[in-house]
């Protein structure tokens, strides 16, 4: 009898733990799922970026001179075929900036390992906020995201070669 008194005044128990644990749990489940999209859309970006790295740092596609307008193209693709929205990839601000001297403004104008960078910028906005899932903005304080990589040109030595014979 004694048994039968305690389960009645223990019925319901699991439910009132449930509706207190429950949200805070769902709460923490959507904060991890926010932080990895994060995660995974900035890693898809610096490889984006790498992308590009690599585009201007050989200097010449097939003969072709490799320009600016090249290297935020192929950022651009590498966004767009990772699946990122394209508000994200169309409004992201993509600048390759020569670090050596004498500077130069295409990448096919570069001597062997001079140095650049090639950065991209998902502003604040509706760029950024397309690549969100949900909750983001509530709980997380990333607004714009920032990739740049540092890169050295792997153009061969430029030299003149004379027609003429020593002698």
Do not use: H
């Not at 097939?62 to 990772?82: E, F, L």
């Not at 600048?95 to 500077?103: F, H, I």
């Not at 001597?111 to 906005?125: E, H, K």
Request: aromatic share 8%.
């Amino acid at each position: 009898m004694k048994r039968t008194q305690r389960a009645a005044r223990r019925r319901g128990v699991v439910a009132v733990e449930a509706a207190i644990v429950l949200p805070f749990l769902i709460l923490t489940m959507f904060g991890v799922w926010e932080v990895g999209r994060l995660i995974q859309v900035r890693q898809v970006v610096c490889n984006a970026a790498r992308e590009g790295a690599r585009l201007a740092a050989g200097a010449y596609v097939n003969g072709t001179p490799v320009t600016n307008a090249m290297v935020q193209q192929a950022v651009r693709d590498y966004m767009r075929a990772s699946g990122l929205p394209a508000a994200a990839y169309n409004g992201a601000q993509i600048t390759l900036t020569c670090l050596a001297s004498p500077p130069w403004v295409n990448p096919s104008d570069a001597f062997p390992l001079d140095q650049f960078t090639v950065r991209v910028d998902i502003p604040v906005g509706a760029a950024f906020d397309s690549m969100a899932w949900s909750l983001v903005t509530r709980i997380t304080s990333v607004r714009q995201m920032s990739i740049t990589v540092n890169w050295a040109s792997c153009t061969d030595v430029k030299i003149a070669v004379s027609a003429q014979l020593p002698y």
